[in-house]
């Protein structure tokens, strides 16, 4: 039984558009929602991460929506580069009462075309 | 710096045999994990530790065992390797065991036969 259900699995998008990952997640205790960028044959690093007390998050073209009743978040690339050709990982964890232990989505592979 | 690194690269074993795979981190981070990567199923957290001296079970933890003697150095061992563990495994690292950024390592590809 996977706790954090990622969609679509893969994404091709336009140079320039919008490319939208979505998450839902089912434990009420998570408390924090990161998501990982990963390149062929590299480890995941961290993009952005939000916490539940915020329903929005930026840091340049990328966008966490986080929707805490639906227990759905969401990552917008806005302006997507082939740059950004990449799978993204949304996950959660139940922070200090559960440290930091991670759950995965099943991950999204993005191809952006030039 | 180098961060995080493991070894060995890739592996092909056979079935039965043991194994282990090697994490070093040079940040002396207290937490360290172990992941899988699998198609479709995202990375699954196998072991991690708090601190040096201290481990803990995953979501996945059967068929591995993990030790942590000093802060760098969290080795993953396959006491009899199975197929069903032919995976891609990560070794990550944060600070604290709280909200801390994860930094991961390259990774191991491992082949079980």
């Known amino acids: 039984q996977q706790q954090v259900k990622q969609s679509p699995q893969s994404l091709i998008v336009q140079k320039g558009g919008i490319s939208i990952i979505n998450c839902a997640y089912e434990n009420t205790a998570f408390d924090y929602f990161p998501w990982y960028q990963q390149f062929p044959g590299k480890g995941p690093a961290l993009l952005i991460a939000?916490?539940?007390?915020?329903s929005e998050k930026k840091e340049g073209r990328f966008t966490i929506s986080f929707n805490k009743s639906a227990k759905q978040f969401s990552l917008h690339i806005m302006d997507s580069q082939p740059g950004d050709s990449a799978t993204y990982f949304c996950a959660a964890s139940r922070g200090i009462t559960a440290g930091n232990k991670l759950t995965f989505g099943g991950g999204t592979r993005v191809l952006v075309k030039p | 710096t180098a961060g995080i690194t493991q070894a060995p690269t890739s592996q092909i074993l056979a079935a039965g045999r043991s194994m282990t795979l090697r994490c070093t981190q040079d940040?002396?981070?207290?937490?360290m994990y172990w992941y899988r990567q699998d198609l479709g199923l995202g990375l699954r957290l196998i072991h991690y530790s708090n601190t040096a001296g201290t481990t803990g079970k995953g979501e996945v933890p059967d068929g591995y065992s993990v030790s942590r003697a000093n802060t760098d150095d969290f080795p993953l061992t396959l006491a009899s390797a199975v197929p069903s563990q032919t995976s891609v495994y990560f070794c990550?690292?944060?600070?604290?065991?709280?909200?801390?950024?994860?930094?991961f390592g390259p990774g191991t590809r491992l082949t079980v036969l």
């Open positions: 990550a690292s944060s600070a604290s065991f709280t909200f801390n950024e994860q930094f």
């Open positions: 940040m002396r981070h207290n937490a």
């Open positions: 939000i916490r539940p007390d915020v």
